[in-house]
Every structure is written in C-alpha cells, then in structure tokens.
C-alpha cells in the first residue's frame, strides 16, 4: 500500500506561481514512477511524470511551464508551476505507479484567477 497526500494548491492571479507537493508514505519501494494528473470540467490530463531513473515526461500544454522534481530523502515530490494560466485551473493529483497498480492522492485544487 502506498499513500499520498498532496498540499500546495490554492488561488494564484494569471502569470503567477505555485508549488504542489506530493508525500509518499507506506511500500515506498515499490513505487516505479510518480506522476501529477488533472482534472477540469470535461478534461482530464497527465500534466508530468518522474520515473525511478529520473526519466521526466511533461504534458504538451505545460511543457516549458511547470517542472517535476522529486526529493528522495522525503519520498516527497513537486510540480513547479510558473506562468499560470486560466485554462491551468483544475483539481491536481497525485498518481503512484507500482508493478502491477497505482494509487492517488486526494487531489487539491488549483484555480487561477484574471
């Protein structure tokens, strides 16, 4: 079992900056790779990936924006969001990948404001 507690969401004005923060606790060992999801009304989409070797994919609509980074000493993983935009707005989640399944944080919301 892993779980997974996301903080760092909440109102930012168009153009700013927000840093989310996923916590990993339980069979750390078996996570292969973490990953940040989206959802907004009538969209879901995977904003960024980490995988164990550190192989990073980014979403094509936050690519040059956001940034994924992990600090292992505190099985705790980030997503860096810079330049916001309206259509940014959402309920972010957290998504570990394990052989054989996955798990997911309760999400937080992000919303960005004109």
């Known amino acids: 079992q892993v779980q997974l507690v ?14 989310l923060s996923c916590a990993a606790s339980g069979s750390i060992f078996s996570i292969n790779a973490m990953a940040w999801h989206r959802q907004a009304p009538g969209k879901r989409e995977l904003v960024a990936i980490i995988t164990t070797d550190g192989t990073i994919h980014y979403g094509n609509s936050v690519k040059g924006r956001f940034t994924i980074s992990r600090d292992n000493a505190k099985d705790t993983v980030y997503l860096q969001m810079n330049s916001l935009k309206l259509e940014d707005t959402a309920v972010y989640y957290c998504n570990a990948i394990v052989t054989g399944g996955e798990y997911w944080g309760q999400g937080t919301q992000v919303t960005v404001s004109s």
Not at 6 to 19: I, M, T, Y
Request: hydrophobic share 30%; glycine share 36%; net charge neutral.
């Open 6 to 19: 996301e903080s760092g969401g909440g109102l930012v004005q168009a153009g700013g900056s927000l840093r």
